[in-house]
């Protein structure tokens, strides 16, 4: 783990309720694709956030915050970063953290499942693979509750297009009527998209109650424990 200061360079609205946070280290970073980490509030107080940008971009660190409800976890992070920008000063991160960064050693193939704001942790991972040039299926679904919320799709439209391997699966829960990809949750989706979760590792991340249905679900549909990566698991039973 690295413990770093961190300037904090923009922060722009992605939708109503997900904000995108460019953060400037004091330092060049190090962390592998899929780990998080945690903004310093106070000595007791880290919020955790995923690294939505690659490891390869060691100048710079992107957070996606859902911040809705004035009290929330993240609004109360997203203040922290406001303050910090508009009195110049730096904020403090724990840079590294987790065990469900991606095992490209595995040459399996891929779920990435992302539910919401989930999205950050799978994109850092989707975007080494497209740089690394993983040579396995790699299928990313993102569900999420209104088609507005899909704040990325052209661009992982476009990712998936740069490798015959990728596949970019959107999944809208309320969808309206002209939407025409899958509907629902979206580890449904991938059960009706997937016989046997059996050959992959798949890695995943959303709500915690929505974490402990997808790892109970995806078991019954054969997939493998100790092939499912979550940092959510650390937190649920
Ligand atoms: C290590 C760690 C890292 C984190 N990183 C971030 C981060 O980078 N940004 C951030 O904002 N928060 C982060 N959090 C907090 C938390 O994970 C988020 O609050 C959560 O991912 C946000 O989901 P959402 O409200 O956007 O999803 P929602 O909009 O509520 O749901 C999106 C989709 O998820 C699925 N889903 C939701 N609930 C269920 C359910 N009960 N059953 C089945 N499917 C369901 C559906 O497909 C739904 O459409 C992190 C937490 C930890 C512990």
Do not use: C
Not at 50 to 57: E, H, M, T, V
Not at 187 to 216: C, N, T, W
């Amino acid at each position: 783990m690295q413990v770093l200061a961190a300037e904090v360079v923009s922060i722009t609205p992605l939708t109503e309720f997900v904000h995108k946070v460019i953060l400037k280290p004091e330092e060049a970073v190090q962390f592998e694709a899929g780990q998080y980490l945690q903004l310093v509030l106070g000595e007791k107080d880290k919020r955790a956030f995923s690294i939505a940008s690659s490891p390869s971009k060691t100048e710079q660190l992107e957070l996606h915050i859902g911040a809705s409800g004035a009290d929330s976890y993240a609004m109360q992070s997203l203040d922290h970063l406001r303050n910090a920008f508009d009195t110049k000063q730096t904020v403090a991160l724990e840079v590294g953290l987790g065990v469900s960064q991606i095992r490209v050693d595995q040459a399996r193939p891929l779920v990435l499942l992302a539910g919401g704001t989930g999205f950050s942790y799978v994109k850092s991972m989707a975007d080494h693979l497209a740089e690394t040039g993983y040579d396995q299926p790699v299928l990313f679904y993102w569900g999420v509750k209104e088609e507005s919320a899909l704040y990325a799709k052209a661009e992982m439209e476009t990712w998936a297009a740069s490798n015959k391997h990728f596949q970019f699966i959107p999944v809208v829960e309320n969808a309206s009527e002209t939407w025409k990809g899958h509907r629902g949750f979206v580890h449904q989706a991938v059960m009706k998209d997937i016989v046997s979760l059996e050959p992959y590792s798949i890695y995943m991340a959303g709500r915690f109650d929505m974490i402990g249905i997808v790892r109970d679900d995806f078991i019954n549909h054969g997939a493998e424990r100790d092939f499912m990566y979550a940092d959510a698991f650390a937190f649920i039973k």
